[in-house]
Nanobody, 123 residues
């Protein structure tokens, strides 16, 4: 069983918005930070944004700043990524993952991963 399940991806026009969700399945992951990563065909998996379990601290890649917002709803055990002003270069499979390493931007530090959700941004 995959412990994390992403949803909310789809096809949008450039300039549009999507909200991705990352729901924990079968466990709470209390104390873990959550990160969003993305991977386009032929590209390395790259960090997008992350949030602490408390929701107090967030950090993001330069490509996401000013456009993407990460948030958490601990009651629902769900993390969200609100993506606005989407660009074709945002097209990728988006993954959420969990880590115990604070403010990590490295995929190697994230222990648990979802299966990803496809985001496609047309010109």
């Amino acid at each position: 069983q995959v412990p994390l399940v992403e949803s909310g991806g789809g096809l949008v026009q450039a300039g549009g918005s999507l909200r991705l969700s990352c729901a924990a399945s079968g466990r709470t992951f209390s104390g873990y930070d959550t990160g969003w990563f993305r991977q386009a065909p032929g590209k390395e998996r790259e960090f997008v944004a992350a949030i602490t379990w408390s929701g107090v601290n967030t950090w993001s890649a330069d490509s996401a700043k000013g456009r993407f917002t990460i948030s958490i709803d601990n009651a629902k055990n769900t993390i969200y990524l609100q993506m606005n002003s989407l660009k074709p270069e945002d097209t990728a499979v988006y993954y959420c993952a969990k880590t115990t390493r604070w403010r990590s931007t490295s995929s190697n530090d994230y222990r648990y991963w979802g299966q990803g959700t496809q985001v496609t941004v047309s010109s």
